[in-house]
């Protein structure tokens, strides 16, 4: 059995021994798309990039809405944009998340819950 690469590698990046990992042992991840508006995302996310996931739920009169992490450094695996389908002003795309098994329930709550925000987490120099 061969050797996976166990996380995001960006362009020009040399391979470092801790990005792979025997095969039968890599994490297995879930590919889980959500709906992030805009203003909601920074400008140009792509494949590659690391976000971390906030929820601020739905406003009720009962309780002040309070934004919480979903997810912290999450691979992001694509960025689609379906014509405005997503969105009334086509503003909403599909970001697709790579996601522990654990924890997609929590971010499929997440998105039916209320407002999701991703943050891109900075990328460490080499």
Not at 19 to 37: E, H, K, N, S
Not at 41 to 61: F, H, I, M, N
């Amino acid at each position: 059995m061969g050797y996976v690469v166990s996380r995001p590698l960006h362009s020009g990046e040399l391979l470092p021994a801790s990005a792979v990992t025997p095969g039968g042992t890599a994490v297995q991840q879930r590919l889980v798309t959500v709906p992030v508006d805009r203003l909601h995302r920074p400008a140009g996310l792509r494949r590659g990039a690391q976000v971390d996931v906030y929820v601020t739920p739905t406003k009720s009169e009962a309780a002040p809405a309070t934004t919480s992490l979903v997810l912290a450094s999450v691979p992001v695996d694509d960025v689609v944009s379906d014509g405005g389908r997503l969105g009334p002003a086509g503003d909403a795309v599909g970001v697709v998340l790579r996601v522990p098994p654990g924890q997609v329930e929590a971010l499929v709550a997440a998105t039916r819950s209320g407002v999701l925000d991703l943050v891109q987490v900075p990328v460490s120099a080499p």
